[in-house]
């Protein structure tokens, strides 16, 4: 069975960059797609990013695009998510999830494998 852990949340100023990964332990075989999801407080769970198995597909909110950049490394089972240009209003857990197939989708419903989450704290 697959376990996803999440690391590199933190506290960030306004404008700063931080990096998170999400291990994968066991094995997902190719046909994989890895997603990023954030909660912030009294708010609902929202999509972030998404990348299929080889890298080649990626899928990005609006409210990240051009700041986020999600990325894989297959060898080490484990997928990024580059974070630039923080906001305070990114400000949530965020947590990777998992799911067979091919197709990034954006409904957490789709993913059956998630992450305990890491907290993301961007100050103004």
């Known amino acids: 069975q697959v376990q996803l852990v999440e690391s590199g949340g933190g506290l960030v100023q306004a404008g700063g960059s931080l990096r998170l990964s999400c291990a994968a332990s066991?094995?997902?075989?190719?046909?994989?797609?890895t997603g990023w999801f954030r909660q912030a407080p009294g708010k609902e769970r929202e999509f972030v990013s998404g990348?299929?198995?080889?890298?080649?597909?990626?899928d990005y909110s609006d409210s990240v695009k051009g700041r986020f950049t999600i990325s894989r490394d297959n060898a080490k089972n484990t997928v990024y998510l580059q974070m630039n240009s923080l906001k305070p209003e990114d400000t949530a857990v965020y947590y990777c999830?998992?799911?067979?197939?091919?197709?990034?989708?954006?409904?957490?419903?789709?993913?059956?494998?998630w992450g305990q989450g890491t907290q993301v704290t961007v100050s103004s």
């Open positions: 066991g094995r997902t075989g190719s046909i994989w797609v």
């Open positions: 999830a998992g799911k067979n197939g091919w197709t990034i989708v954006r409904s957490e419903a789709a993913f059956r494998t």
């Open positions: 990348i299929n198995w080889s890298g080649g597909s990626t």
